[in-house]
């Protein structure tokens, strides 16, 4: 049964009630949306290298071009398969230093593999298999042994690049399945007005190299599905629950009946499978391996970079899958840029230097006012 007033009549709804649900349909404004987007943890790092991509396309005119497109794909897509596994860790409260040596030791053990009979398919999934060893080390170490993830994997860069070197003897190999044969077609071209058939020359890799590094757009999509699937097993699974509550409070989430071992130490094996299939991606794509432990150290920095810039806290509990991947392609449009500008080579890590410090106060000043506003993180 209805109420009504004394007077017979319903009761009407109160003015501010009313005011309440229009102030609830506004609109809101282009700068509300704006700054909704700027808080958000991976918009200050996608409008940095948005302006990053501009300034370079306005200064160097063959920057904006798809065959430039082609050379930026190598200076971000591994970099961002790699920060997408350090972002794993890194929000569970950890980091993995060892990945650019990861990276650099399945190469030659696919070779081994291949050496030793087995064919590509199997080999990569050795490789993968070796990887994850290196991972299953490293979390056994920080979370059993209790040694700190940065002594654990520190010790593994080094130890595992002096492995790669005496299984290498020191000395490059041809990446198998990587080889490129040369074929002739029949191309019809109009000459004088007339058409004619010659036959050219051309080069073509195999299926497996097409798939895993040498196709031309190949990295790029293992990156986008891999950022991708970390992106939705963070934020809509119980692992990546599980991984956030580690990182925000290791006691708090034990004490919730949380495994943080067990958790930790799958992203430990997450973070170095990823690395050793990048190390696999960029063998296939340059068709040989060199025991280079100096570029293993720096491709760990650079990805590492690539995670903190994107928005991954190094003290866990905090980053974003998609923030990695804009970092990563902030670094690559920097170094492809610079180089572009013809920019010294002496001068180019100091350069990326400022530039990450520039980002990382960009990301700090946003991050407090995302605070500021009571916007979740």
């Known amino acids: 049964m209805s ?7 319903a009761p009407t709804r109160a003015p501010a009630s009313a005011g309440a649900q229009a102030e609830g349909r506004r609109r809101p404004s282009a700068r509300e949306l704006g700054m909704r987007f700027l808080t958000l943890r991976e918009g200050s790092i996608i409008v940095v290298a948005i302006l990053a991509a501009l300034f370079f396309a306005i200064r160097v ?73 290196v991972g299953v080390i490293n979390g056994f170490f920080t979370e059993i042994v209790g040694v700190s993830s940065f002594i654990t994997t520190l010790a593994m860069l080094l130890g595992l690049g002096g492995l790669t070197l005496i299984i290498s003897h020191a000395q490059p ?15 019809t071209h109009v000459v004088n007005g007339q058409q004619v058939t010659l036959p050219e020359k051309v080069n073509e890799t195999g299926t497996f190299a097409d798939i895993f590094g040498a196709g031309t757009y190949s990295e790029l999509i293992w990156a986008l599905v891999i950022v991708i699937g970390v992106q939705v ?41 990823f690395a050793g299939f990048v190390g696999i991606l960029e063998a296939t794509r340059a068709s040989t391996v060199t025991p280079d432990t100096a570029g ?6 650079r990805a590492v970079s690539a995670a903190v810039i994107g928005g991954t806290l190094l003290a866990g509990g905090e980053g974003t899958a998609i923030g990695a991947l804009f970092g990563a392609l902030f670094l690559g449009i920097l ?40 916007r979740a993180a």
């Open 61 to 133: 005119p063959t920057f904006w071009t798809h065959s430039n497109f082609i050379t930026l794909l190598p200076y971000f897509a591994p970099f961002a398969i790699l920060a997408a596994g350090e972002v794993m860790l890194m929000v569970a409260g950890e980091i993995d230093l060892s990945i650019g040596s990861v990276s650099l030791f399945a190469p030659f053990m696919f070779y081994e593999f291949n050496q030793a009979g087995l064919s590509l398919v199997p080999c990569l999934i050795a490789a993968l298999l070796c990887s994850a060893v």
């Open 3 to 9: 109420s009504t007033s004394p007077t017979g009549q």
């Open 233 to 273: 097993l963070l934020f809509m699974t119980r692992w990546g629950t599980y991984t956030i509550a580690a990182g925000g409070n290791k006691l708090g989430a034990a004490e919730a009946g949380i495994n943080v071992r067990a958790t930790v130490i799958r992203n430990f094996i997450v973070c170095s499978v």
């Open 296 to 301: 293993a150290s720096e491709t760990m920095f």
């Open 173 to 187: 190999v041809a990446m198998p399945g990587a080889d490129v044969t040369t074929k002739t077609i029949q191309v």
């Open 335 to 374: 170094r492809d840029g610079l180089t572009l500008e013809g920019v010294n080579a002496d001068y180019l890590d100091f350069i990326l230097g400022i530039a990450i410090i520039v980002a990382m106060v960009i990301n700090v000043y946003v991050a407090r006012i995302r605070k500021g506003s009571g």
